[in-house]
């Protein structure tokens, strides 16, 4: 699995909402699509995605096979301190992708 | 009695066509499906319009990546902020598309994502706030080419 492309500003001031953009590759295969033989191909999917901020969590989402291949999230963050963002995926087959992003807060 | 072989022809031509709809018709998300499930996330709360609101393209060239987001006004404090938004597509053969979790460390119930659409269709958010009151919102989407791959 290739890495995630994550974007979080370097710096902010306390209590600053900033933003983040999260795109990951993989091909959410929908379950809905056929192979050439005409089998329907199994669903596999990232189900599940998870936002913390030093522990805290900030957002998740529960995603459906109607989210386009390698997908993109964008949210938001309130931060109040230094420290660092988790953000993990859950795979249909249950292996996890998990990746960190430090911001520096003044 | 064993079957005649006129029985046996009728009854495996039905088979046949039968296969064949199955075949030809991939399975679309059907009124009450889309119903229940909303019925399911919002239960018997009154919906509300305002503060959601969902952006879609008006017409989308290509299904297979159709950007949506979705906003809420409210000001995410520990007190009152927006738990939940859930995305459902009701042209599409599952109606869920996403459900976006937020907390009062979000800062600003705002998210957005691409989605899959197969067709020309309404795409419902709906936002539940953490004192129990429900806001809905609604958007047509055209599409030109499905995005369901076949």
Redesign the interface.
């Known amino acids: 699995m290739s890495k995630p492309r994550i974007k979080v500003p370097k710096k902010a001031s306390v209590g600053d909402?900033?933003s983040i953009k999260t795109l990951v590759n993989h091909k959410m295969e929908?379950g809905?699509?056929?192979d050439k033989e005409?089998n329907a191909i199994p669903r596999k999917i990232l189900n599940k995605f998870v936002c913390e901020?030093n522990g805290?969590?900030?957002?998740?989402?529960?995603?459906?096979?109607?989210?386009?291949?390698n997908?993109?999230?964008?949210?938001?963050?309130?931060v109040n301190e230094s420290g660092t963002f988790k953000f993990v995926w859950t795979d249909d087959d249950g292996s996890v992708i998990e990746t960190q992003k430090p911001i520096t807060v003044s | 009695m064993n079957p005649t072989r006129r029985q046996f022809l009728t009854g495996s031509a039905i088979i046949a066509a039968g296969g064949l709809t199955t075949l030809s018709l991939p399975a679309m998300a059907s009124a009450e499906d889309v119903s229940k499930a909303l019925a399911d996330i919002i239960g018997d709360v009154e919906t509300q319009s305002g503060k959601l609101t969902l952006r879609t393209p008006e017409i989308a060239e290509n299904g297979n990546t159709v950007p949506v987001s979705v906003s809420v006004e409210s000001d995410m404090t520990e007190d009152s902020y927006v738990e939940s938004v859930i995305v459902v597509a009701d042209g599409n053969p599952n109606p869920e598309v996403i459900s976006f979790h937020f907390t009062p460390a979000s800062g600003k119930a705002e998210a957005s994502t691409r989605m899959r659409l197969a067709k020309t269709q309404n795409v419902t958010a709906v936002a539940k706030m953490s004192d129990g009151t429900v806001y809905i919102d609604t958007k047509n989407v055209k599409v030109t080419i499905g995005g369901c791959g076949g």
């Open positions: 909402v900033i929908s809905q699509r056929k005409g901020f805290v969590p900030v957002f998740s989402s529960d995603i459906d096979s109607a989210i386009s291949s997908p993109f999230i964008q949210f938001s963050a309130r």
